[in-house]
């Protein structure tokens, strides 16, 4: 039995890169706490890879599903969001997670890297939240108030992180939109936070978490002592979609065992 405080039954969790790392952990907290998801994946082997992650989800109450998505396309998001509440009728919490890291000496950068973060981590992020925004912005002047919008930024958008620029800049344009929206789509019940992320073991991070050299200099500053894990981001996704979190707005919520502090 779910906690009433947290009770997701009957609301809808949308989740772009949900298929692993902190997608798969926000996924998981949400759907402990009885909500539907629905899974954004951008190519066809991840969703593939999915399938385990599908079977997982549905170990739980609520209904699961997964759409092939590349929020790079405008198009694309706005077919793959019509296709969602379809499926499920409505949205109650967009978790706009999709993101990629390019990393390489500044000077050296070139503008087709750059432009590939910027196209995930940001153009994606707009495409994907203006439509949740827009159709939660209805609902309520339907009489349905309320909702959700979470953007996935990084501790890299508040500290200086060399030779990954791109992903910094594109990482703090996450929190601000996200600080605007929660002003904007406040009258309508709606919040908007952003989560930034520490050293979490995820495929992107693999790399560097095999390179002792990295390992050595970054491990021993996190006052947690130990890397972050999926399964740190299932609660803070459930108390962010739950109405415990109705007057939690326009923050940036570190997960980061301490380093930033440290």
Not at 60 to 66: A, D, E, I, P, R
Not at 88 to 101: I, K, L
Not at 176 to 202: C, D, R, W
Request: proline content about 2%.
């Amino acid at each position: 039995m779910t906690n009433s405080l947290f009770d997701l039954t009957g609301k809808v969790a949308l989740i772009t890169g949900g298929n692993g790392g902190i997608g798969l952990g926000f996924a998981l907290g949400v759907a402990k706490q009885g909500a539907d998801i629905c899974i954004w994946g951008t190519n066809v082997e991840k969703n593939l890879a999915a399938e385990k992650t599908i079977k997982e989800l549905e170990n739980y109450q609520g209904k699961v599903h997964s759409i092939q998505c590349d929020v790079r396309d405008e198009i694309a998001v706005e077919n793959c969001f019509v296709e969602t509440l379809e499926k499920f009728g409505r949205v109650d919490a967009c978790f706009a997670n999709a993101g990629v890291a390019r990393t390489g000496r500044f000077e050296e950068f070139s503008t087709e890297d750059w432009r590939h973060v910027m196209d995930v981590n940001l153009d994606g992020l707009f495409y994907t939240l203006r439509c949740a925004a827009g159709h939660m912005k209805s609902r309520t002047e339907a009489g349905d108030p309320g909702g959700r919008l979470i953007g996935t930024a990084s501790i890299g958008a508040v500290m200086g992180m060399a030779r990954v620029e791109a992903y910094g800049a594109s990482k703090g344009a996450v929190i601000s939109m996200m600080q605007a929206l929660a002003v904007e789509y406040a009258k309508y019940g709606v919040t908007a936070n952003s989560i930034l992320p520490g050293h979490i073991e995820t495929a992107m991070t693999a790399k560097n978490f095999s390179n002792e050299r990295f390992v050595d200099a970054i491990l021993p500053r996190i006052p947690a002592k130990r890397w972050g894990t999926k399964e740190d981001f299932e609660g803070i996704a459930a108390y962010l979609m739950s109405d415990a979190s109705a007057y939690h707005t326009g923050d940036d919520i570190l997960i980061d065992g301490g380093f930033v502090l440290y």
